[in-house]
């Protein structure tokens, strides 16, 4: 079974901020995903990625599969980044996603 | 193109009883998953189907199940329902087989609570 964790739980940000979360997954993966939660419980899917690098505006995505380590990094962050961000993985030949217990971001005017 | 749609929103049922919710997926989408989220657990996978087939299904009791008919459209339904499966239900859908492959397009879930 894949084990998935974040870091950190919590984290507060002044406007402007670059912020980086983490994620560590115990076995190999077929695919990674990072998922985004607004309060009232809206999910919005923000990357797939199996390798390398993706970016999308203000964020970027990153994946290390040799360190089973990927990295989520919002520059110039806005409070309408204020949200739990969520890193789920698919595990090798297998159709269900493992997710992580996510980060609570909060950007501060 | 409309989103992914889920009914009801809200959902209050007592102990024992049974509850059905449904899922519309994006059109054109063949692949739908259904998740449970609550605050101890987190979000955890229930099954994936598509075309009209279980793929595969979480650690979960027999009492949940699901199905998949031949537009797409899915429902799950919980029997003899127990306080701890009050939980916020989510349901995506993507483009093709395997939905874990593939960008996954999440509806605004189904609130359960059981008293």
């Known amino acids: 079974k894949n084990e998935v964790e974040q870091s950190p739980q919590n984290l507060t940000a002044q406007e402007g901020e670059f912020i980086t979360i983490n994620c560590s997954y115990s076995?190999?993966?077929?695919?990674l995903h990072w998922l985004q939660q607004h309060p009232g419980g809206g999910i919005v899917s923000l990357f797939m990625?199996?390798?390398g690098k993706k970016k999308h505006g203000r964020l970027i995505a990153t994946i290390n599969i040799q360190e089973k380590h990927s990295s989520l990094h919002i520059t110039a962050s806005h409070p309408r980044d204020s949200a739990v961000y969520i890193c789920?993985?698919?595990?090798?030949?297998?159709?269900?996603?493992?997710f992580g217990k996510g980060t609570k971001l909060s950007v501060i005017p | 193109k409309a989103g992914v749609t889920q009914t009801p929103r809200y959902l209050i049922k007592t102990r024992g009883q049974q509850v059905t919710l449904s899922c519309s997926p994006i059109?054109?989408?063949?692949?739908v998953s259904w998740y449970q989220q609550t605050p101890g657990q987190g979000l955890q996978f229930l099954f994936e189907?598509?075309?009209?087939?279980?793929?595969n299904k979480g650690n979960f009791p027999g009492r949940f199940s699901g199905r998949q008919f031949s537009n797409s459209r899915s429902e799950m339904n919980v029997s003899t329902l127990e306080l701890g499966d009050s939980a916020l239900y989510l349901c995506?859908?993507?483009?093709?087989?395997?939905?874990?492959?593939?960008?996954?397009?999440f509806g605004p879930g189904t609130r359960l609570t059981v008293l």
């Open positions: 995506a859908s993507s483009l093709m087989a395997g939905g874990h492959y593939n960008e996954q397009f």
């Open positions: 059109s054109g989408h063949r692949s």
């Open positions: 990625l199996s390798s």
């Open positions: 076995v190999g993966i077929s695919a």
């Open positions: 189907y598509f075309s009209e087939t279980q793929r």
């Open positions: 789920a993985v698919a595990g090798a030949g297998s159709y269900q996603l493992t």
